[in-house]
């Protein structure tokens, strides 16, 4: 046990309060000899943690998993989720919670280490993590929070010392997520499954306590859960869109009920824009490409409300018909979020019925010239058009519709100038600049390049000079780009 004092540690367990069957209590599985490699010192402050403490040997064996903070309950969550398709019950394979940090602000987050070892779910499996996945989340997540998109996030990585075997022999590590909760819709249908009602009643009370209290007083109070849970997802992932993320695995058991992000294994982001692009390894038919996350989105929620049928109404048809009202509700809440962040990211203020056909002209040239997604955003931004698509007589003819669109409205260029520097990134994680970082990381011991990448990424929406470098697309490949689930 450690005193966290000091250290700053308020720990509370309220998840630990759900019936037993959400959840294993655990024992820790200790490593050799963790040294903390990286440790996210903005969002320690915000966590109300002292950051010399934290880099004490001490706090290292806190997120090495080797000693339990004073006040925590490590356990594992039970859940199930839709994996390609396929219904599989789940749970923390190779994560622990240990406990639900009360910050200085009086918000609640969970503390998790992820590769800390064998769990009653692990399947057969060793339960931890490798050094270069492990990386690659937090610098992703991190990415993500500096892009204005809900996410889970990083606060430390360590190094255990120990190898592990996968394909290879590689390194592990732990690191420590930090989350609104780690409420998924496979938690849900794992309460589901189980089929006992009133432990999915205190589950989705729990949800409501947690995230939605505006709707403890409501007359049904399950049906606006769900209606909350899509408004949020369909938020999210216009989000993802509207950057170029693709999350690769967005399996059930990856959707939160807080609308955050989670679990960045095979993520990546696209560079020219083509609707089918894959990234991961395992994705084989493209079930989770770009193009089809938002449809995606609305197929677990789906799921979600069928988790819920037994709250929503005693009467089965009667639940199945508020469900479905509900659901039906997603595609134009989707497409009201994107059509907004598109809106922004051209300058326009303004509603006007055609904005569609123009966002999607643009894009549909995107995608015939290979242009950049990223890259493309950021020279209408700057005015700086010298990429093939822009010397098109097609482009010429759009631009002439886009600047008429801008003339109808009240707001001045200027003020449609400025709203395109903050809706459009100048760097983005790119996929190359992340493998260069890790590589260096986990074969160098040279964390330098990661480091220097983090803090690039950390203002994403600044245009300026110290950003080229990192604006730039990758050398010419014969080979796809390829991630693969984070082990």
């Known amino acids: 046990m450690t005193n966290n004092n000091q250290t700053g540690w308020n720990f509370d367990n309220s998840y630990a309060r759900l019936p037993e069957a959400f959840f294993s209590s655990l024992s820790l599985n200790p ?104 990386l690659r989340e937090y610098i992703i997540s991190e990415a993500m ?82 209606n909350e849970v899509i408004k949020v997802q369909a938020a999210l992932i216009a989000k993802w869109q509207l950057v170029g993320f693709i999350h690769g695995v967005m399996n059930t058991d990856n959707m939160t009920v807080s609308g955050e992000t989670i679990d960045y294994g095979p993520c990546a982001f696209m560079n020219e824009y083509d609707p089918e692009t894959v990234f991961s390894s395992i994705d084989t038919q493209g079930r989770y490409a770009y193009g089809n996350q938002p449809g995606i989105g609305g197929w677990n929620l789906a799921r979600f409300a069928e988790s819920l049928l037994p709250l929503l109404d005693e009467n089965q048809d009667k639940a199945v018909e508020l469900a479905q009202e509900a659901i039906t509700k997603y595609p134009e809440l989707f497409k009201e979020n994107w059509l907004s962040g598109m809106r922004a990211k051209l300058g326009i203020f303004n509603k006007e019925e055609q904005d569609e056909a123009l966002f999607e002209e643009l894009l549909g040239m995107m995608q015939k010239h290979q242009a950049d997604f990223t890259n493309t955003f950021r020279a209408l931004t700057m005015d700086k058009q010298e990429e093939a698509i822009f010397k098109s007589e097609e482009y010429k003819q759009w631009h002439k519709k886009w600047q008429e669109r801008l003339d109808r409205q009240e707001d001045s260029k200027e003020s449609s100038q400025e709203l395109m520097h903050t809706s459009n990134p100048a760097v983005i994680p790119r996929n190359h600049r992340v493998e260069e970082a890790l590589e260096a990381a986990v074969n160098e011991g040279d964390y330098s390049v990661m480091e220097r990448l983090l803090d690039v990424l950390s203002d994403p929406y600044a245009h300026s000079g110290d950003k080229e470098e990192y604006c730039k697309l990758p050398a010419p490949s014969s080979l796809p780009y390829r991630t693969y689930c984070g082990t």
Do not use: C, W
């Not at 789940?90 to 590769?115: C, F, M, S, W, Y």
């Not at 399947?123 to 492990?134: C, I, K």
């Not at 690191?175 to 499954?193: D, E, N």
């Not at 049904?220 to 769900?226: D, E, F, G, M, P």
């Open 31 to 134: 490593v050799g000899s963790p040294e903390t490699v990286i440790l996210n010192q903005s969002l320690a402050e915000d966590l109300g943690l002292n950051i010399a403490e934290l880099q004490s040997e001490q706090s290292t064996a806190v997120f090495a998993g080797n000693s339990v903070p004073e006040g925590a309950f490590p356990l594992a969550q039970a859940y199930a989720g839709h994996q390609f398709g396929h219904f599989t019950m789940l749970g923390d394979g190779r994560a622990l919670l240990i406990g639900e940090q009360i910050t200085p602000e009086g918000e609640r987050v969970d503390i998790q280490l992820k590769g800390s070892g064998r769990t009653p779910y692990s399947r057969g499996g060793d339960g931890r993590a490798a050094l270069g996945p492990m």
């Open 145 to 226: 929070h500096a892009l204005g998109i809900p996410t889970t996030r990083s606060l430390a990585v360590v190094a255990t010392g120990e190898p592990i075997r996968r394909e290879t022999i590689l390194p592990g590590a732990i690191l420590t997520r930090v989350a609104a909760s780690h409420l998924r819709v496979g938690t849900f249908q794992y309460g589901a499954g189980k089929g006992d009602i009133e432990d999915l009643r205190a589950l989705a009370d729990y949800a409501i306590q947690r995230h939605y209290p505006h709707i403890v007083g409501d007359d049904n109070r399950y049906l606006s859960l769900l």
